[in-house]
T-cell receptor, first 114, second 120 residues
Framework: DAKTTQPPSMDCAEGRAANLPCNHS???????VYWYRQIHSQGPQYIIH?????ETNEMASLIITEDRKSSTLILPHATLRDTAVYYC???????????????WGAGTKLIIKP | EPEVTQTPSHQVTQMGQEVILRCVPI?????FYWYRQILGQKVEFLVS????????KSEIFDDQFSVERPDGSNFTLKIRSTKLEDSAMYFC??????????????????FGPGTRLTVL
């Protein structure tokens, strides 16, 4: 089972920041938090990942709490094309792990409204 | 930007027939994966492949499934005798190998656009 909990759906106004929360209270100290999104049954698209520090790239920012039990994905200026299902996934640590498969939950359906 | 490609985009087959789904991973990647997603359900891991052998597989990946890297660029998933319940989107993914001091690890998985398999 997925080690993460996300709200099933969220709305956000176009042009505003979309903040998607994720709880991963059982995360281990060396497990990564990954975010992907899936636009209408297309292939999952990698967004960002982090371990302990906050991360930012051209798509989004990832804020991880100090205790690492939760994180927030931030899309700074949401557009209609950001409407998708967003998945927060805890990735097992390496090296030597035998479970590098990504375990997917139901994700958050984010709807960007004009 | 390099990307994973998959063919065909849609495959329709009769129950009991064999199908081969094809993937071209990103060229310098060494780890390859298949996932599937039944309509309206979660994405599910099927199998991972490295160094010409399966490294992990799920319960779904039974004897009807096989994977192969027939040449230096393609990675295929074969379903020997399709069933109605095999109807799903099938996604291929690949990841790079990272080397740091003392160990190797697998980097981020990048996914292809998927093949929609419809079994009639």
């Amino acid at each position: 089972d997925a080690k993460t909990t996300q709200p099933p759906s969220m709305d956000c106004a176009e042009g505003r920041a979309a903040n998607l929360p994720c709880n991963h209270s059982t995360i281990s100290g060396n497990e990564y938090v990954y975010w992907y999104r899936q636009i209408h049954s297309q292939g999952p698209q990698y967004i960002i990942h982090g371990l302990k520090n906050n991360e930012t790239n051209e798509m989004a920012s990832l804020i991880i709490t100090e205790d690492r039990k939760s994180s927030t994905l931030i899309l700074p200026h949401a557009t209609l094309r950001d409407t998708a299902v967003y998945y927060c996934i805890v990735r097992p640590p390496e090296p030597g792990d035998s479970n590098y498969q990504l375990i997917w939950g139901a994700g958050t359906k984010l709807i960007i409204k004009p | 930007e390099p990307e994973v490609t998959q063919t065909p985009s849609h495959q329709v087959t009769q129950m009991g027939q064999e199908v081969i789904l094809r993937c071209v991973p990103i060229s310098n990647h060494l780890y390859f994966y298949w996932y599937r997603q039944i309509l309206g359900q979660k994405v599910e891991f099927l199998v991972s492949f490295y160094n010409n052998e399966i490294s992990e597989k799920s319960e779904i990946f039974d004897d009807q499934f096989s994977v192969e890297r027939p040449d230096g660029s393609n990675f295929t998933l074969k379903i020997r005798s399709t069933k109605l319940e095999d109807s799903a989107m099938y996604f291929c993914a690949s990841s790079e190998e990272l080397e740091s001091v003392g160990h190797r690890s697998r980097d981020t998985q990048y996914f292809g656009p998927g093949t929609r398999l419809t079994v009639l």
